[in-house]
C-alpha cells in the first residue's frame, strides 16, 4: 500500500507508522507504537547484555630467579583466574645480568605450562618482549 494510506491508517488507530526494514525494495513499515517499540528493543539488549561474559586478561610477573615456594603461589593464582574463566599473560622478568641467560626463564615457563596443564592450555608459546619473556595460557573448556 502507498505511504499516505498506511499514514492515514495509523494516525486513525493512534499509532506511529515506523520502517521495520527501510533497505528492502519495497521498505518494509508496521503500525505500532513507538515507544512501546523503543522499551522492548533496550530490554532485549540489556537481556543480551547480561548473558555475555567478559574474558579479563590477568597477568603473572615472576624472575628468573623465583623460589619454589614462591613459584607454588604463582601457580595456585594461575588456577583460580583460568578456572574463573580469565585469561592469562604469565611473564618472566630479567634483571641486569641475568638477561645474558633466557634459557632460565625458558625452563620456568615450561614448569609454569606443566604446573597448569590441567586449568588452561598455551595459547602463545614463550617469546622474548624486551627484557622479558612473555605467554599467554587460556583456559581449558568447562565440561
Same mark, same amino acid.
Not at 75 to 81: D, G, L, M, R, T
Given at each position: 500500500m502507498?505511504?499516505?494510506?498506511?499514514?492515514?491508517?495509523?494516525?486513525?488507530? /493512534?499509532?506511529d507508522?515506523?520502517?521495520?526494514?527501510? &533497505?528492502?525494495?519495497?521498505?518494509?513499515?508496521?503500525?505500532?507504537?513507538?515507544?512501546?517499540?523503543?522499551?522492548?528493543?533496550?530490554?532485549?539488549?540489556?537481556?543480551?547484555?547480561? /548473558? &555475555? *561474559?567478559?574474558?579479563?586478561?590477568? %597477568?603473572?610477573?615472576?624472575?628468573?630467579?623465583?623460589?619454589? /615456594?614462591?613459584?607454588?603461589t604463582?601457580? /595456585? &593464582?594461575?588456577? !583460580?583466574?583460568? !578456572?574463573?574463566g580469565?585469561?592469562?599473560?604469565?611473564?618472566?622478568?630479567?634483571?641486569?645480568r641475568?638477561?645474558?641467560?633466557? %634459557?632460565?626463564?625458558?625452563?620456568?615457563?615450561?614448569?609454569? *605450562?606443566?604446573?597448569?596443564?590441567?586449568?588452561?592450555?598455551?595459547?602463545?608459546?614463550?617469546?622474548?618482549?624486551?627484557?622479558?619473556?612473555?605467554?599467554?595460557?587460556?583456559p581449558?573448556?568447562?565440561?
Open positions: 502507498s505511504a499516505r494510506e498506511a499514514m492515514k491508517i495509523a494516525y486513525d488507530s /493512534n499509532l507508522l515506523v520502517k521495520i526494514a527501510p &533497505q528492502a525494495t519495497p521498505p518494509v513499515c508496521r503500525i505500532l507504537d513507538y515507544g512501546k517499540y523503543c522499551f522492548e528493543q533496550t530490554k532485549r539488549e540489556k537481556e543480551a547484555k547480561k /548473558n &555475555q *561474559k567478559v574474558v579479563e586478561v590477568k %597477568e603473572i610477573r615472576m624472575f628468573s630467579t623465583i623460589d619454589t /615456594n614462591d613459584f607454588n604463582k601457580v /595456585n &593464582q594461575a588456577s !583460580k583466574f583460568l !578456572k574463573s580469565d585469561k592469562l599473560k604469565v611473564s618472566v622478568r630479567f634483571r641486569k641475568a638477561i645474558a641467560h633466557p %634459557e632460565l626463564g625458558m625452563e620456568l615457563l615450561e614448569r609454569f *605450562k606443566e604446573a597448569c596443564s590441567e586449568f588452561g592450555s598455551v595459547e602463545k608459546p614463550a617469546k622474548m618482549e624486551g627484557r622479558s619473556l612473555v605467554m599467554f595460557v587460556s581449558k573448556a568447562s565440561k
